[in-house]
């Protein structure tokens, strides 16, 4: 079956880093996508990654290593604002998305 | 990036009315746009696969004569709840690729259903 697993919920400190992990289980891989959600709003884009390596856009970065189906989303420099949630989606031969339940981060002062 | 908008942001009905959501993609002709449904604290649920111009394509255990969808043209899918019910109620997203869909998918801003 087709799954994708990341953590529920997770803690920081204002100033921090912090990392998200993702793993994931689909048939056939076209890519993996991280998107940021406020709560009561429409998820927004953050990036995509069909290789291996690390991808940085400014303080978000993130990494995709396809043998082990896994990926990470890393926040640097970390501001209230970034508290929501963070879903991670992978996409499938069909090239259709399936989605994570998201990881709420929490960022304390 | 590109922008889609849906209409309306919020909608609250009786049990047993429908309601109609429209999703426009402002910038850009979508030939697939994606309707999708998120229950507090869930992920994203695929509901549809909306094509311009033929039938959607329903994910397995979505009713499609109780969820219409109709893409009328390259910048307008709707989605019609008919007979809502309460456990209708639900943060319902459309999403559309610009181009190719190996892209990344723009998201409308949703609508909050509360069916009574």
């Known amino acids: 079956g087709q799954n994708i697993d990341q953590p529920t919920e997770m803690t920081a400190t204002e100033g921090a880093i912090v990392q998200i992990n993702c793993t994931y289980q689909t048939s056939g891989f076209n890519g993996l996508f991280w998107y ?45 604002k970034d508290s929501a949630s963070y879903l991670c989606a992978s996409m499938d031969s069909n090239y259709q998305l399936i989605w994570g339940a998201g990881t709420k981060l929490i960022i304390k002062p | 990036g590109a922008v889609v908008s849906q209409h309306p942001s919020w909608v609250i009905c009786k049990s047993g009315t429908s309601v109609k959501i429209e999703c426009r993609s402002l910038d850009f002709q979508a030939t697939t746009m994606f309707w999708y449904r998120q229950f507090p604290k869930q992920s994203l649920m695929l509901m549809a696969t909306s094509n311009e111009g033929s039938k959607a394509t329903y994910e397995q255990g979505v009713e499609k004569d109780k969820f219409l969808i109709n893409h009328a043209s390259l910048t307008l899918s709707t989605l019609t709840v ?26 409308g801003p949703g609508t909050r259903l509360t069916v009574l």
């Open chain 1, 36 to 80: 940021q959600q406020h709560a009561g709003e429409a998820p927004t884009f953050l990036s995509y990654n069909v290789l291996d390596g690390l991808e940085e856009k400014g303080r978000f970065s993130s990494f995709l290593s396809r043998s082990k189906g896994y990926s990470y989303l890393l926040l640097k420099e970390l501001q209230m």
């Open chain 2, 82 to 107: 008919t007979s809502a019910h309460p456990e209708d109620s639900s943060f319902y997203i459309c999403s559309a690729p610009q181009g190719d869909v190996h892209n990344e998918q723009f998201f």
